[in-house]
Nanobody, 128 residues
Framework: QVQLVESGGGLVQAGDSLRLSCAASGRTFTTDTMGWFRQAPGKEREFVACTRWSADNVYGAYYTNSLKGRFTISRDGSKNTVFLKMNNLKPEDTAIYYC??????????????????WGQGTQVTVSS
């Protein structure tokens, strides 16, 4: 049974950093696209970042433009784990952060519809 389990969320102050982790199990995720989405109260789920396996046997990283530079996604392929390091957190980053995996990316990597596995989410709350 495939499972994605997020951890690392919490309550922090503006300007602090957090690192989220997502552990995938049930099979090997080496060539999957793995990413992070977030959903703030009253808003739609939005793309944060993802890593994709490329023909050069490396993982490329992709970000939503507004978060590039503050957020960094990384991956340990041998451990089926993906991380999201978030720096200089702001109150508007408050959301539930979800890990997602796509065994075959047939469309846009920033669309939640193209991911077929999801974690339960981890809450990140940033106080001002």
């Amino acid at each position: 049974q495939v499972q994605l389990v997020e951890s690392g969320g919490g309550l922090v102050q503006a300007g602090d950093s957090l690192r989220l982790s997502c552990a995938a199990s049930g099979r090997t995720f080496t060539t999957d696209t793995m990413g992070w989405f977030r959903q703030a109260p009253g808003k739609e789920r939005e793309f944060v970042a993802c890593t994709r396996w490329s023909a050069d046997n490396v993982y490329g990283a992709y970000y939503t433009n507004s978060l590039k530079g503050r957020f960094t996604i990384s991956r340990d392929g041998s451990k089926n784990t993906v991380f999201l390091k978030m720096n200089n957190l702001k109150p508007e980053d408050t959301a539930i952060y979800y890990c997602a995996a796509a065994s075959y990316m047939s469309g846009a990597y920033d669309s939640s519809y193209n991911y077929n596995y999801w974690g339960q989410g981890t809450q990140v709350t940033v106080s001002s």
